[in-house]
């Protein structure tokens, strides 16, 4: 399987810092007088061509030497230990260079005499890999040089999916935290990834659970690509279409404990087949505080909506303030005439009144759906209800009786929206709510929204059948499944089995059943994104839950207990900023007081900046699909504590999933307890590297410091100066059952 660990160059023998990805040059020159090479990597463009089952890869590196000694060495690649070469080359410039290719076992000694050499524990994530080795030519100072490996190899099935790995590694970037005024670290070279897929008809949609993709089709090709900022190990399942959608299932599960699913439902790209017409109904807030550049940038998305309509469709448009304005009585057909007209309604719509949510929801509320259609309401605001019905709790009462079987998806523009009303309203609607914040572009997160919805293929999705029993699935609900938007859903499984996963759903009042052959183990240790991701979600669910609903003791412990371990942060588990120590010695529920409490009595102290950035994290956690996005939300709740002014908000870290707070120069892993065992070792000692080998999944954590501790599930391991150098026999067998609580 393809896990190609990208180059990131550094002079093992001459190098000040650390390594900062998993490919490098090793400088064979003896010390001498003079000044030392510097090579660099300056770009990397990876093509690969996908044929059947068959991934023919290149991979273009460009290397420059920008100090002024000459530098010649070994070119060392890491190659993964599942994959399967069945051609490789190499190339420096116009000459093939010939390459020798270890195994594991023979690369083993390699990354481990650069890692007590360097004492960077960087390699150390690259156990069970074989290694490519070859003599690189002089680069002359200032001397750029190209270097193109080209391999084939054999990928695996994941259900109705080929499954795609790639390793790109931890790229240099440039300085900064990202943090209130100072710049994101960016990474300093450039990089291109691209997948072809020829004869695309035959696929669904490519989905990764680790980046954004990028998908396009050129005539009977498409193109799968990442951000160019991209970075850490990528997965990307490419389903084979079996009718109308490609269905496949991954699992994880540690033993001991229920384990983890992955179901993934994917359309076609573009519309095959007739769609579920739509009913779609779009209601702006045109109060007074959405003059100027507010009312603008909600006409264009609108204007936007109204483009995607199709001749099936049918659309309501409805602006309120302290009045409700119609633009026609009932749904109007999306002829071109009726279309233009509401262009020329929403072009005379001025900002101006009050804000009568309840009477916009009183407007488009209440009316029997045609048989056959999916009703859709987006619904925009910016304000709380200051004419009409006022109470938060009220409103979304009335709302919830009746929204039918209409999907709502609520966007809310600034900190002064009420964040439990729009909740409780997308909750009822089975639709989501969007947050924007006050100086962002109103129609990019429009265009989100509307994106999503443009083609309806599948409509009243649900799990009909599985070998095993499924619990707290996430979404709770099925979603509606659009063209071109892949369907996610992480969830638990008690029990083990084998057999089918049966999704069904209907279109044009015919039910479809889709299977997916699947496989619950008792332990599966691949796939480690499923956990993370569904922890995300279910975060994001249970927050979401608590602000309506209201706060329990039960509720509140298990979002901190989820926090803790897979290391996210949320409003009740940041508090670990201020008290590292404490955070994870307590046993005694979180106090939680104010609107944190949630529920329809607090519903009126849902607004402001805090509920806001609280509702915010909720709405983007609950819909995660990707481990990026999850950094994302992690990145952006740090800020928001920075920003606060936070005390010690900057030693946080968040890495391969896990809290870690740094105190009295160690880095402690947040789901470590007082009550667990704790082993200490002497880093870059023969009992570290044997722990390594032993307990490959806590490399990633080991380069978080010199001094860190990384908590298992009945013993923690402690890496500091005055740990243990050799393993008494038995010990480290011990520890390993002890971590991993087998």
Do not use: C
Request: no cysteine; glycine share 10%; aromatic share 8%.
């Amino acid at each position: 399987m393809f896990r190609r660990l990208a180059l990131t160059i550094a002079l093992a023998a001459l190098s000040a810092g650390g390594l900062e990805a998993q490919g490098w040059i090793q400088d064979l020159r003896p010390a001498r007088i003079g000044p030392p090479s510097s090579v660099v990597r300056v770009s990397s463009n990876v093509r690969t061509v996908i044929d059947g089952r068959v991934a023919r890869v290149e991979v273009e590196e460009q290397f420059r030497n920008a100090g002024g000694g000459l530098a010649e060495g070994t070119y060392l690649y890491p190659m993964p230990g599942e994959a399967v070469f069945t051609d490789f080359s190499l190339w420096m410039g116009e000459n093939q260079v010939r390459g020798e290719v270890m195994n594991a076992e023979q690369a083993r000694g390699i990354y481990e005499d650069i890692v007590r050499r360097l004492r960077d524990p960087a390699l150390l994530t690259l156990e069970g890999h074989g290694l490519i080795r070859a003599r690189i030519f002089p680069i002359q100072p200032g001397e750029t040089r190209k270097v193109v490996l080209r391999y084939t190899q054999v990928l695996q099935r994941a259900g109705d999916a080929l499954r795609l790995r790639y390793s790109i590694g931890d790229r240099p970037v440039t300085a900064g935290r990202g943090y209130l005024d100072q710049p994101a670290p960016t990474p300093t070279d450039a990089f291109r990834y691209t997948v072809a897929v020829p004869g695309a008809d035959a696929y669904g949609t490519p989905y990764s659970p680790t980046h954004r993709v990028t998908t396009r089709r050129v005539g009977d090709r498409m193109e799968i690509t990442l951000e160019p900022d991209a970075s850490g190990d990528v997965e990307i399942f490419i389903p084979l279409r079996r009718g109308l959608v490609g269905t496949s299932v991954v699992t994880n599960a540690a033993g001991g404990e229920d384990g983890y699913f992955m179901l993934l439902v994917a359309p076609p790209t573009e519309e095959e087949g007739p769609s579920v017409p739509r009913d779609l109904t779009l209601v702006l807030d045109i109060s007074g505080s959405m003059s100027g550049d507010k009312i603008d940038q909600a006409r264009a998305a609108l204007r936007e909506a109204l483009a995607t309509l199709r001749p099936a469709d049918r659309f309501r448009l409805v602006a309120f303030s302290t009045r409700v304005l119609n633009f026609r009585d009932g749904f109007a057909p999306a002829t071109p005439a009726n279309v233009q007209a509401a262009r020329a309604f929403l072009d005379g719509l001025t900002a101006d009144g009050g804000t009568n949510i309840a009477g916009a929801l009183d407007a488009v509320l209440g009316t029997a759906p045609e048989e056959g259609r999916l009703p859709i309401i987006v619904f925009v605001t910016d304000g709380i209800p200051t004419v009409g019905e006022q109470s938060p709790e009220r409103i979304a009462a009335l709302a919830g009786a009746r929204i039918g079987t209409a999907r709502m998806f609520t966007v809310g523009v600034g900190f002064d929206v009420n964040t439990y009303l729009l909740d409780r309203l997308a909750v009822e609607g089975r639709g989501s709510a969007e947050y924007v914040a006050p100086n962002a572009d109103i129609e990019t997160a429009m265009s989100a929204v509307l994106g999503k919805i443009q083609h309806p293929a599948l409509v009243n999705l649900r799990i009909a059948g599985a070998p095993v029993s499924l619990v707290q699935t996430y979404p709770a609900s099925l979603p509606d499944l659009f063209y071109g938007e892949e369907m996610v859903v992480f969830g638990r499984y008690h029990g083990t089995g084998t057999g089918p996963l049966v999704v069904t759903g209907e279109r044009n009042g015919r039910t479809e059943r889709f299977t997916a052959d699947a496989v619950f183990p008792a332990t599966a240790a691949e796939n480690d994104f499923v956990p993370k991701l569904w922890a995300s979600r279910r975060i994001g669910d249970l927050t979401r839950q608590i602000r309506i609903e209201g706060a329990t003791a039960s509720l509140v412990e298990e979002v901190r207990s989820l926090g803790l371990r897979y290391g996210i942060l949320t409003e009740y588990t940041s508090y670990l900023v201020q008290e590292p120590r404490t955070a994870w010695s307590q046993s005694a529920p979180m106090p939680v007081s104010g609107a944190l409490r949630g529920g329809a009595g607090a519903a009126a102290m849902q607004t402001g900046r805090d509920a806001f950035a609280n509702a915010k994290a909720s709405a983007a956690l609950g819909g995660v699909s990707t481990l990026s996005a999850a950094d994302h939300v992690a990145g952006a709740r740090a800020n928001e504590l920075a920003e606060a002014g936070a005390p010690g908000a900057v030693t946080v870290r968040r890495v391969g999933g896990r809290l870690f707070v740094r105190n009295d120069g160690v880095w402690t892993d947040a789901s470590h307890r007082d009550s667990l065992n704790v082993v200490a070792v002497a880093p870059f000692s023969d009992a570290y590297f044997a722990l390594v080998r032993a307990l490959p999944e806590i490399a990633p954590y080991l380069a978080v410091g010199d001094q860190v501790v990384v908590a298992g599930r009945r013993a923690s391991v402690k890496i500091t100066g005055s740990g243990q150098t050799t393993w008494q026999p038995g010990h480290l067998e011990a520890l390993v059952h002890a971590f991993r609580g087998v």
